[in-house]
């Protein structure tokens, strides 16, 4: 098995040959779009049902809504369309035909042109909110509380598997509330409940955070987000939830008939995390031999590798191997047993570390006289051995002990990569030497922000939640600044 290159050498190398060789995911015929393979979705697939159980828990139904958006409704909030003009596939044909010059090819048939061209979504805001129009009348209808899971497009010219593709997996929720007071609440809800997903399901320490104007999602008042550190010191956007206002509901011309009994237009929000996360996952956690993957996340948390000589061998220490597999699957611990006879131990060894299974368990004769097996964690690759006697309690300690020093170890570098400075010639050495979350002072303008990040590609990640105020200057201006906001280089 070919080496990964090492983060050390090429950052970017190693996350693209680390997707690829642990079998996560691949590129497809169709350009900037990827194929997520079985062991890559098993792991989406625990992170979407943790959210969506979450979801459910703060009282929000899925729904299903269409993939095409007509161009008038698209068009329709201006701010959205613009925001989304770019990167919008369309279709403008609904048939295909035989060429006369040549029958075995096909060409689009210029007669069945639509009426309307469609938007293929990049985001769902546009058809949500025509729905909603005939949903709501009343504020007994409200609040309206709705996730859905869904693909969306976004033509990409420059793609990274998981991180940046034309198509990808999210989930978006759509809320229709009757006062401004209600979305906002439902707005810092549910980015609490992203930051809580990320930092105890995950294990990626966020930083919880405003968006500035000019990185406020198209048609919204205000966005908010939670902010991750991957190992390289760049930042990564690991969820949105949007304060849309009245924006749709003026949009699409939702109204609804008060308590006073006056009409007033709904109060909306949005928001949303995607497939990226499963880059996130990757960045913060992995080193030099493969995935480092969270007991919670992991599709086998427990793979037990018999090392054997001949058929005898295998058989007994399958016995005893088979036996602590039913004691974990009964605590609910998905483990394997891979008594696979093409592949030697050593081979097995690596790819288990490759595919970021948190623990291995190796059981060979002299296990068997001695009554003990050898358990490796995959975070620490440390070794150990113990009594198979009461095995199961101490892998269930242990996957919840691994767990925690996962996130302590991300929480650290991430609290090592957070540098305050208070000049921009400082600013740029930290930047260019250190990297990570570089907190300082802002005027305040879009001028500032854009003149920092087009000299140095740095751009203001977020606006802290939980910053103190703190008289200072800005960067570049020195204009008075009342407190810090957080810059980094990002995905």
């Not at 990569?417 to 208070?422: G, S």
Request: hydrophobic content about 35%; some cysteine.
């Amino acid at each position: 098995m070919a080496k990964l290159t090492s983060r050390n050498e090429d950052y970017s190398k190693w996350y693209n040959e680390l997707v690829t060789k642990a079998d996560l995911a691949e590129s497809s015929g169709v350009r900037g779009c990827m194929v997520i393979k079985p062991y890559g979705y098993a792991i989406w697939e625990k992170m979407r049902d943790e959210m969506d159980r979450k979801f459910k828990e703060t009282g929000h139904q899925n729904a299903y809504f269409p993939i095409f958006v007509p161009k008038s409704l698209f068009e329709a909030e201006e701010k959205n369309a613009e925001g989304f003009a770019k990167e919008c596939a369309v279709v403008t044909h609904y048939r295909l035909k035989t060429d006369p010059e040549n029958p075995q090819k096909l060409i689009v048939d210029p007669e069945a042109k639509l009426e309307e061209e469609l938007i293929v979504r990049p985001t769902s805001e546009a058809i949500i909110w025509n729905t909603y129009k005939s949903w709501i009348q009343s504020y007994r209808d409200l609040p309206i509380l709705i996730n859905q899971w869904a693909n969306v497009v976004r033509w990409e010219m420059r793609t990274r598997l998981f991180l940046r593709t034309a198509e990808f997996l999210w989930q978006e929720g759509h809320t229709a509330h009757s006062t401004r007071e209600e979305a906002v609440e439902e707005t810092e809800k549910m980015l609490e409940v992203y930051a809580d997903f990320a930092e105890n399901f995950m294990a990626i320490p966020v930083v919880r955070g405003v968006k500035t104007p000019s990185e406020t999602f198209a048609g919204a008042e205000k966005t908010y987000c939670i902010e991750a550190l991957m190992q390289d010191g760049k930042a990564l956007q690991a969820g949105t939830s949007h304060f849309l206002a009245q924006n749709f509901s003026k949009a699409f011309d939702v109204k609804f008939t008060n308590k006073e009994g006056k009409l007033d237009y709904a109060w909306a929000t949005s928001w949303g995390t995607s497939t990226r996360l499963m880059g996130a996952l990757i960045m913060t956690h992995s080193d030099d031999l493969g995935l480092v993957l969270p007991p919670n996340l992991a599709p086998i948390q427990v793979v037990i590798v018999p090392i054997f000589k001949g058929e005898e061998q295998l058989a007994q220490i399958s016995e005893q191997a088979l036996n602590i597999v039913s004691k974990l699957k009964q605590k609910g611990i998905s483990v394997k047993f891979d008594d696979d006879t093409q592949n030697k131990p050593g081979w097995k060894f690596a790819e288990y570390e490759l595919k970021g299974v948190p623990i291995r368990i190796a059981m060979g004769a002299r296990d068997l006289e001695n009554k003990t097996v050898e358990i490796a964690r995959r975070d620490t690759l440390t070794k150990e051995t113990q009594p198979i006697d009461g095995i199961e309690n101490y892998i269930e300690n242990l996957l919840k002990t691994i767990q925690q020093d996962i996130y302590n170890k991300a929480l650290n570098y991430r609290d090592e990569h957070i540098t305050k400075v208070d000049t921009y010639e400082e600013f740029k050495r930290i930047l260019e030497e250190k990297g990570g979350f570089i907190s300082a002072h802002w005027d305040g303008t879009e001028e500032e922000e854009q003149r920092i990040k087009d000299e140095t590609k740095a751009t203001i990640r977020c606006i802290p939640l939980d910053s103190q105020p703190e008289e200072g200057v800005s960067l570049i201006t020195g204009k008075p600044s009342k407190q810090r906001v957080l810059f980094a280089k990002a995905y």
